[in-house]
T-cell receptor
Framework: GAVVSQHPSRVICKSGTSVKIECRSL??????MFWYRQFPKQSLMLMAT?????????EQGVEKDKFLINHASLTLSTLTVTSAHPEDSSFYIC?????????????FGSGTRLTVV | DAKTTQPPSMDCAEGRAANLPCNHS???????VYWYRQIHSQGPQYIIH???NNETNEMASLIITEDRKSSTLILPHATLRDTAVYYC?????????????FGKGTLLTVNP
């Protein structure tokens, strides 16, 4: 089945630094990927839709200059948290859909736990 | 996408069937019912989806009422590893840029 690999699984960074999270579709091409954020005991909140070869579409309230998304190929999307602060500490999850595969929906990465100290 | 309503939590004994309800009274004719689950600190996992007929796969069964205003996800023999948050999502099928919107889901706790 479709597999989405997300890296790193955990990262700790100092306040003010930037962190890059990678999301790869391993056995299929994904023209569109999605980035979610999840705070403790809360549901997943969609941050942005990443489109290959074009600008990402951000949800209302998400700062595009803080959360930079690059989708340069059909198998890779990256999320960069710039000038991270402790309030950015969260669980970040990406997802993608294999258009050519079974029509059972979206495949999710295993998530990245970001801790900003 | 239509809004869904799920109980915040449920308990189930190991080995017994877990029946998770979902109300989606505003569902439209071209919207499917999807179920995902999220085990703690992992990404969501697809379980099953359906339009109007009941569906079954190796993980679960999905029962959709005739008027399509509600559905039930059935885990026939729950195990401790089925403890997770279960999300019922209603949305239009197809299209890679259709986003999935998650509600609060149901925390299913399977007890030994």
């Amino acid at each position: 089945g479709a597999v989405v690999s997300q890296h790193p699984s955990r990262v700790i960074c100092k306040s003010g630094t930037s962190v890059k999270i990678e999301c790869r579709s391993l056995d299929f091409q994904a023209t569109t990927m999605f980035w979610y954020r999840q705070f403790p005991k809360q549901s997943l909140m969609l941050m942005a839709t990443s489109n290959e070869g074009s600008k990402a579409t951000y949800e209302q309230g998400v700062e595009k200059d803080k959360f930079l998304i690059n989708h340069a190929s059909l198998t890779l999307s990256t999320l960069t948290v710039t000038s991270a602060h402790p309030e950015d500490s969260s669980f970040y999850i990406c997802s993608a859909r294999d258009q050519g595969g079974l029509s059972y929906g979206y495949t999710f990465g295993s998530g990245t736990r970001l801790t900003v100290v | 996408d239509a809004k869904t309503t799920q109980p915040p939590s449920m308990d189930c004994a190991e080995g017994r069937a877990a029946n998770l309800p979902c109300n989606h009274s505003t569902i439209s004719g071209n919207e499917y019912v999807y179920w995902y689950r999220q085990i703690h600190s992992q990404g969501p996992q697809y379980i099953i989806h359906g339009l109007k007929n009941n569906e079954t796969n190796e993980m679960a069964s999905l029962i959709i009422t005739e008027d399509r205003k509600s559905s039930t996800l059935i885990l026939p023999h729950a195990t401790l590893r089925d403890t997770a948050v279960y999300y019922c999502i209603v949305r239009v099928h197809g299209g890679s840029n259709y986003k999935l919107t998650f509600g609060k889901g149901t925390l299913l706790t399977v007890n030994p």
